[in-house]
C-alpha cells in the first residue's frame, strides 16, 4: 500500500529525498515528465491539450528532529523541524540519519521526580536521545552534527476502515494525488510533491511561480481533534466525516466558486464532505494563493487524529472520498467547469 | 570493556539454549501487568526450564525454577527478580468508544502521551492515547502536563465494536517493541525486572558449567510493582537461607545527581545499607574483584522498595542481599540498559551460588 511506504518513509522538512523516490518510482508509468526545482519540489507534469492549467498540491516533509550537539557522553541533543508539541517527544523510540541509527527519548524515572515535577512539561533542553553510545566519540560513528530524526512508527490497521501511522499530514494528500495522476486529463495537470510546508509553507510558492497555473488544489491530511472533552466546534474536523474542505485558515481564504463546485458534486454523487471548522494553522494553499498575481486556490483534506505527533489516524472512508472527490472536481474542469 | 568476563558466550549460548538478549527480547515484548503475569510467566516457565531441574509456581503465579545443588543437608539460595510490568486500566467505555484509564503501579503520565497502546480484551486491539494537535492549542494549555484523567485511549473503532471486544477492568500496555541500540545496549518496556529474569536465567546456565551444594531457587515473582507481593509468599513458601532481589537501580543520566545513579555498562551495582546482610555484601563484592567482575556500589540507608526489603523479613529473617542492574528512564517505554551488564550480574550470582556452603549460611547468624 502507498500510503504506508509513504507513512514509513524519512522525510522531515529539508530532507524528503526518501519520499521523492518513493514517488518517482511509484509514478513511474503515468507520468511522462518530473520537473525538480533548487529547494527540491517534485512536480509530476502531465500535458493536455485544452482548458486551465491546474495544479495539486501536496507537501512531502513531516516534522522531525534535528541533531544539534553531540554530549560527552554520547547523547544526543536535538532541535525541533517544524511544529511539534514538546509533550509528544518523552518515551518515544525515534530513528537518526538516513541509516536510521536506533534511538530512545527517556525521562527522569518518576521516583527520581518531586511531585511537582509530574504536572510540568519536560522542556526541550531536558530532553535528549539515546542511542546507546558511550562516548562522544562512539556517537559520532554514527551520527553527524545536522542529522535529522523522526519517530519510528510502523504503519498499520486499527480496523478494516482505520488506520495508524506517523506522518499522514501530509503523507495522506501525497498517497491521494498520487492516486489522481493515475488517471489522465485533457488540461494541463501539475502535481506538486512539495518540500518544507512544515517550517513555513516554503516549498509550494516556489513551484506555484515556476508554474503558474490558473488555478490551485492544495491536498491535506489535516486536524481533526473530535474527541471527549473537545466542544463539537472545536472538532475542526470529524473522522469519518468525509473529506473536509477549508473555507480559510491561517493563511488563505479558499476561492468561493471553487468551494461550491465541490459542494456541488459531493452533494450529486453521494460523498459525504464536512468543512474545516477551525482557522488557525496555515497551509501551502496561502503561498500558492499569492503567488505572482494571484491564483485561487481550495484545500481539501483528509480529517487526521494526532498530526504532529508519533502516530496518527484516518479513516480510509474519508482517504477514498477524498480521491473521489478530486477526480469528479478534475472531471469537472474538463467538462467546462472554468472560474 | 566492562563485558569481557560477562560476555563469554562460548558453549552456553549454543546448543538449543536461548540467547539472553533473545529471551529478554520475548519477555519484554509479552504482556504481564502486575497481578496478570500468565503470558509473560509461561515463557519463563518454559525458559527457566530448560536451565533448571525443575519449575513450579504458587497460588500467586510466582515461577519457581529450582537447581539443586549436590550432596546432602544443602543450603537454600533463593534468587527473585520481578516479572511484572507496570500498566493501564481501563476504567470507562465512553460514548464513541474512547477508553478512560488509570494506572497500576508507578506510571508517569507524561510518558503516556501520543504513546501506542495495546488493549488486553477479548483480543488484543492498538490504541493510541491522543492529544489535541498544536494547531488548536492554548498557549496556556500547551505549558501544562495533561493529566491521566484527561486522556482517552482511541482505538478507531465504533462503540458497538468497542463493546463487543473490551470491558472495564481490561489492561492496556504499551505498543513497544524491543529496540536494539548501538553496541550492547537495548531498549524496551518492562526491562524493570524482567532484565534481571534473563540475569537468573544466565546464572542458572553458568551453574550448569559449575560444582555447587546450594539449592537455588530463581523465583520470576509477580505484583512486586505494587507492593512486593510476589517475593512475600515465595520466601515464606521456599524459607531460604540467603535471599538475593535481583531488581534495576537508575543509570546515570543528565539531569539526576550523580549519588543517585550507576553507570551502564560498568557491571552489577551492589546495595549496601540495613536491607542487606553485611556478610553478603561482602562475599559479592570479594567474588567480584576476584574474579574481575566490575561493579558500583549504593548505600541504601533505608527501604530499598524491591522484593529483598519483603525478603528479609520474612518468617524468623532472611539474610538478603540486592544485585542491580543500571537502568535509564525506569518506569517508561523506552527503558535503557547495556545486555552485558545482564551477564555480569548472572556471571556474579553463580558465583556466589557455587561459594556458599552450610558454614557460610550459619555464619551468617553470627554478628
Redo the contacts between chains.
Sequence with gaps: MLLKRLSEAFGPSGSEGEVRDILVKELANVVPSWQRDALGNLIALKPGARGPKVMLAAHMDECGLMISSIDKSGLLRFRKVGGLDDRVLVSKHVVVGSKRVAGVIGAKAIHLQKPEERNQVIPLSGLYIDIGAKSKEEAEKLVKLGDYAVFATEFGHLSDTVVKGKSFDDRAGCAVLAEVLSEDYAFTLYGAFTVQEEIGLRGAGVAAYALEPDMAIVLEGTTCNDLPGSEEHGYCTSLGGGPAITVMDASVVCDRRMIAELERLARENDIPVQFKRSITGGSDAGRINQTKAGIPVVVVSVPCRYIHSPVSMLSLKDFEATIKLVKLFLRSIEGGFLL | MSNRDGGRSDAQEGGGILDTKEFLKRMVEATGVSGYEDSVGNIIREVLGTAADEVTGDTLGNVIALKRGEGENRPKVMLASHMDEIGLMVTKI???G?LRFTSIG???????????VRVHGRRD????I????????TPEE??????MQ?M?I????TEP?VKEAIAVGDLVT?N??F?????????AKAMDDRAAVAAMHYCLLELKRMRHTADVYAVATVQEEVGARGALVSSYHIMPDIGIAIDVC?G?????PEQ?TAP??KGPNLALGANIHPKLFERLSELAREHNIPFTLDPVPGPT?TDAWVMQVTRSGIPTALVSLPL?????????LSIGDIKLVGRLLALFVASVDREFVEGLLCY
Design positions: 465512553e460514548e464513541k474512547f508507578g506510571v508517569d503520565q507524561r510518558t503516556l502521551v501520543a504513546q501506542e486491539l492498538i490504541g493510541i491522543g492529544m489535541k494537535p498544536p494547531h488548536l492549542l500547551g505549558n501544562a502536563a495533561i493529566k484527561d482517552v482511541d482505538l478507531g473503532l465494536e504499551i513497544r517493541n529496540i536494539s541500540l548501538s553496541g550492547d545496549f537495548a531498549a537508575h546515570e543520566m543528565p539531569g539526576v543517585d551502564l555498562g522498595g535509564r528512564y525506569m518506569h517508561t517505554s523506552v527503558e535503557t
